[in-house]
């Protein structure tokens, strides 16, 4: 397998990108998370286990323990299709937790100036239906939520569906789903997908991988090129302390037990083959490879180049 490589070293930059084979694969940040996110996500991440890995400072946690998390979204074309895998939370959407309440980001700015409009997206694809990774899927338009990419299919598996559907939310979910996910349902974009164990080719170069636990539909999206591969892990892996210790998992994991078996699989096809790991909440340089490292793993940063910013 080719190894994917960096366009050139650059310092980081709101918006950057990576190459893996023909396709470049941007970063499209929307906020940093506050440092309590950490010890409430993560809460078996503590000082001492974190600081224990020397590698994690200074990108990815910081002296004294704390954890460094994003938001951000990932866009590339493949096959011809401009994608964009997760939305984020949103700007201006009600939130029980307050970093997430009432955003008022430049998350579309940062969208087109890596050359992506809303109108010109074709493909959204949805790793999973948390409030953070669905909230763009829709914007407020006089008063009412419209889909934000308005000629893109939307894409989630139907396992991911099919249990929300059923599941008994709290009012807090119940509007999430109503202000980011039954929208597009409604406008007749959203499209479920059956994701077997091999996973499904949705693009020439773009695969949805089955990646259950955090969700017991989620999926990770695999990326390949000319002989390169990446992997988009969405909540599979939160942050690159779970490289050195799979085990532990997050607050909000549906099933602990599968996700962490799920992060296992995950790791171990990433280990030593030179594909990228591009973590969906992994702070600035976002990207790495995964290599052994004492008896698990741990993460082998590439560092991102600035993406050009285009002329309005």
Same mark, same amino acid.
């Given at each position: 397998?080719?190894?994917?490589?960096?366009?050139? /070293?650059?310092?980081?930059?709101?918006?950057?990108?990576?190459?893996? *084979?023909?396709?470049? #694969?941007?970063?499209? %940040?929307?906020?940093?998370?506050?440092?309590?996110?950490?010890?409430?996500?993560?809460?078996?991440?503590?000082?001492?286990?974190?600081?224990?890995?020397?590698?994690?400072?200074?990108?990815?946690?910081?002296?004294? *323990?704390?954890?460094? !998390?994003? &938001?951000?979204?990932?866009?590339?074309? #493949?096959?011809?299709?401009?994608?964009?895998?997760?939305?984020?939370?949103? @700007?201006?959407?009600?939130?029980? @937790?307050?970093?997430?309440? @009432? =955003?008022?980001?430049?998350?579309?700015?940062? +969208?087109?100036?890596?050359?992506?409009?809303?109108?010109?997206?074709?493909?959204? #694809?949805?790793?999973?239906?948390?409030? %953070?990774?669905?909230?763009?899927?829709?914007? $407020?338009?006089? *008063?009412?939520?419209?889909?934000?990419?308005?000629?893109?299919?939307?894409?989630?598996?139907?396992?991911?569906?099919?249990?929300?559907?059923?599941?008994?939310?709290? $009012?807090?979910?119940?509007?999430?789903?109503?202000? &980011?996910?039954?929208?597009?349902? $409604?406008?007749?974009? =959203?499209?479920?997908? %059956?994701?077997? %164990?091999?996973?499904?080719?949705?693009?020439?170069? =773009?695969?949805?991988?089955?990646?259950?636990?955090?969700?017991?539909?989620?999926?990770?999206?695999?990326?390949?090129?000319?002989?390169?591969?990446?992997?988009?892990?969405?909540?599979?892996?939160?942050?690159?302390?779970? +490289?050195?210790?799979?085990?532990?998992? &997050?607050?909000?994991?549906?099933? /602990?037990?599968?996700?962490?078996?799920?992060?296992?699989?995950? !790791?171990?096809?990433?280990?030593?083959?030179?594909?990228?790991?591009?973590?969906?909440?992994?702070?600035?340089?976002?990207?790495?490879?995964?290599?052994?490292?004492?008896?698990?793993?741990? !993460?082998?940063?590439?560092?991102?180049?600035?993406? $050009?910013?285009?002329?309005?």
């Amino acid at each position: 397998m080719r190894t994917a490589e960096l366009i050139e /070293p650059a310092p980081y930059d709101a918006t950057a990108r990576w190459t893996v *084979g023909d396709i470049t #694969v941007h970063r499209i %940040d929307e906020i940093p998370l506050p440092p309590q996110t950490g010890p409430w996500l993560l809460p078996a991440a503590t000082a001492e286990v974190v600081t224990e890995q020397d590698w994690l400072r200074p990108d990815f946690a910081g002296p004294d *323990g704390v954890l460094h !998390l994003d &938001s951000h979204s990932f866009a590339l074309v #493949v096959d011809g299709l401009r994608v964009l895998v997760d939305t984020g939370i949103g @700007n201006g959407k009600t939130r029980a @937790n307050p970093a997430w309440h @009432n =955003l008022r980001t430049d998350y579309l700015a940062r +969208l087109a100036d890596a050359g992506f409009t809303p109108e010109d997206v074709d493909l959204v #694809v949805l790793t999973h239906l948390h409030t %953070d990774h669905v909230g763009w899927n829709t914007r $407020e338009v006089d *008063g009412a939520w419209v889909p934000t990419f308005p000629n893109a299919r939307y894409l989630t598996a139907k396992a991911e569906y099919d249990f929300w559907a059923a599941y008994d939310m709290d $009012e807090a979910r119940r509007g999430m789903f109503r202000d &980011s996910v039954l929208p597009i349902e $409604e406008a007749g974009l =959203l499209e479920l997908v %059956d994701v077997p %164990d091999e996973g499904v080719d949705v693009a020439d170069g =773009l695969r949805l991988v089955p990646a259950p636990g955090h969700t017991p539909g989620q999926i990770a999206v695999r990326v390949s090129s000319a002989g390169a591969a990446a992997l988009i892990t969405g909540d599979a892996v939160h942050h690159p302390v779970q +490289l050195a210790h799979p085990g532990i998992g &997050s607050c909000v994991d549906i099933d /602990p037990v599968q996700a962490e078996a799920t992060r296992r699989t995950l !790791l171990a096809w990433l280990a030593d083959t030179g594909a990228l790991a591009l973590g969906t909440h992994f702070p600035s340089p976002t990207a790495g490879r995964v290599v052994a490292h004492g008896g698990a793993y741990r !993460l082998e940063p590439v560092p991102a180049v600035p993406a $050009e910013v285009r002329p309005s």
